[in-house]
T-cell receptor
Framework: EAQVTQNPRYLITVTGKKLTVTCSQN?????MSWYRQDPGLGLRQIYY???????DKGDVPEGYKVSRKEKRNFPLILESPSPNQTSLYFC???????????FGPGTRLTVT | SQQGEEDPQALSIQEGENATMNCSYK?????LQWYRQNSGRGLVHLIL?????REKHSGRLRVTLDTSKKSSSLLITASRAADTASYFC???????????FGRGTSLIVHP
């Protein structure tokens, strides 16, 4: 089954404790993205990757890191999480055309 | 980056009625997509319309695009309670093929 998986689905952590949210897709897609979703703000793009070893900042990259060492994986790293990073996070992938994005199930992160 | 703006923010209708939501954007686009999100879940792609297209259909969905007005509309006909969800438009423009999402329209369909 074609899918995007994210882990963990739920995470509660404390300020400053490094964490990684994994994302994996089995569709051989070139493009992958991370979004955060907050009430009233919609989806905002954090980082995206156009292919292996190619990443670029989205609209809200501060406080986040990503890597793309393999085509299928695109982990999101929070080196020192803060409470304002409490949010619902989505990973997505897409082929180069026609740009339809496939979304993971989401990771709900709470930073206390 | 450009962001589509959906209107209305919230829409409440009875089952069987049609639901129309709109998306406006500011600059020329390559294409526009509509997505649905059930509460707390990942977005699901509904339909993509390219800048040289004016109308597309998919089942009970009808999407129109007016590039002169920089706007699109999504019509859901004969709505069902299962259509209750948030609906987002997403635009791609210039050299970027990663879509940018709006804030969404929350649709509630009462049985």
């Amino acid at each position: 089954e074609a899918q995007v998986t994210q882990n963990p689905r739920y995470l509660i952590t404390v300020t400053g404790k490094k964490l990684t949210v994994t994302c994996s897709q089995n569709m051989n897609h070139e493009y992958m993205s991370w979004y955060r979703q907050d009430p009233g703000l919609g989806l905002r793009q954090i980082y995206y990757s156009m292919n292996v070893e190619v990443t670029d900042k989205g609209d809200v990259p501060e406080g986040y890191k990503v890597s793309r060492k393999e085509k299928r994986n695109f982990p999101l790293i929070l080196e020192s999480p803060s409470p304002n990073q409490t949010s619902l996070y989505f990973c997505a992938s897409s082929p180069p055309t026609p740009y339809e994005q496939y979304f993971g199930p989401g990771t709900r992160l709470t930073v206390t | 980056s450009q962001q589509g703006e959906e209107d209305p923010q919230a829409l409440s209708i009875q089952e069987g009625e049609n639901a129309t939501m709109n998306c406006s954007y500011k600059t020329s686009i390559n294409n526009l997509q509509w997505y649905r999100q059930n509460s707390g879940r990942g977005l699901v792609h509904l339909i993509l319309i390219r800048s040289n297209e004016r109308e597309k259909h998919s089942g009970r969905l009808r999407v129109t695009l007016d590039t002169s007005k920089k706007s699109s509309s999504l019509l859901i006909t004969a709505s069902r309670a299962a259509d209750t969800a948030s609906y987002f438009c997403a635009t791609s423009s210039g050299g970027s093929y990663i879509p940018t999402f709006g804030r969404g329209t929350s649709l509630i369909v009462h049985p």
